[in-house]
């Protein structure tokens, strides 16, 4: 199975399991869809580097690790760094799943990092950023990530366009929806956390800006997650 060797601890505070929770049989749940997330990047990672060997891995937005217990679990002899807003999240992932940590914020930005990383993993994190914290977040990865490295990273798109019967005239449609319906429980504001829908010229152009290149795209119809998925590396 997909979820045989990972921790099953869960922390009391995870804010994807409680956002579950009314679902029908919320623990599986949780944890299948966090292996199938998850062997999304490893199937995109091997396509390109069949001989995948030891690395140096971040995941940029492990929240209480969901998907950071899987990769710890496939990538075990690699170097696996873990890096949030919020520093319970962070330090729990640090521990349970023997990760460096590093607590994202305004004075402590990720690109403050001094090493390089040979992948960087993103899930469900653009998905929810506004243009502007989009293209910067973008750019920040972009300095860490090793001149041969991937980065790999979510984002919504084909399928919650038609979900949502959105204008996409600008490339992106983002929605100021209420923190109480997502699952942060309003600890980041609106504005900095919602609903972001985008195209893949939308991105592409960010991408640009930002001295990445992309390799290829996976339309979210195409995909369990319901997100697509953006291959990149730099330009």
């Known amino acids: 199975m997909l979820t045989d ?40 990672i091997k396509k390109i580097n069949p001989s995948f060997t030891k690395k140096n891995i971040l995941e940029y937005g492990c929240g209480h690790g969901r998907i950071t217990r899987h990769l710890n679990s496939i990538f075990h002899y690699s170097k696996l760094t873990v890096a949030d807003v919020w520093d319970e999240a962070v330090n729990f992932c640090g521990k349970e799943f023997n990760a460096n940590t590093f607590v994202v914020s305004q004075e402590n930005k990720i690109s403050s990092l001094t090493e390089k990383f040979d992948i960087i993993i993103s899930y469900s994190v653009f998905s929810h950023l506004p243009p502007h914290l989009f ?17 790999l990273f979510t984002a919504k ?21 209420s923190n109480k319906k997502n699952e942060t429980k309003g600890r980041i504001p609106d504005e900095q956390y919602s609903l972001m829908v985008v195209t893949e010229s939308f991105v592409k152009n960010l991408l640009k ?27």
């Open 157 to 177: 798109g084909e399928f919650h366009v038609k979900k949502f019967n959105l204008s996409m005239e600008n490339g992106y449609h983002f929605g100021r929806e």
């Open 5 to 44: 060797g990972v921790s099953h601890f869960v922390h009391p505070d995870d804010e994807m399991m409680n956002f579950i929770l009314k679902r029908n049989r919320p623990r599986e749940l949780y944890f299948t869809s966090g292996a199938q997330h998850t062997k999304i990047f490893v199937d995109a």
């Open 209 to 235: 800006k930002a001295g990445l290149e992309l390799l290829y795209h996976i339309s979210s119809s195409n995909l369990p997650s319901k997100q697509d998925l953006y291959v990149v590396k730099r330009a």
């Open 135 to 151: 293209e910067f977040t973008l750019s920040e990865l972009s300095k860490i990530l090793d001149s041969n490295g991937l980065f």
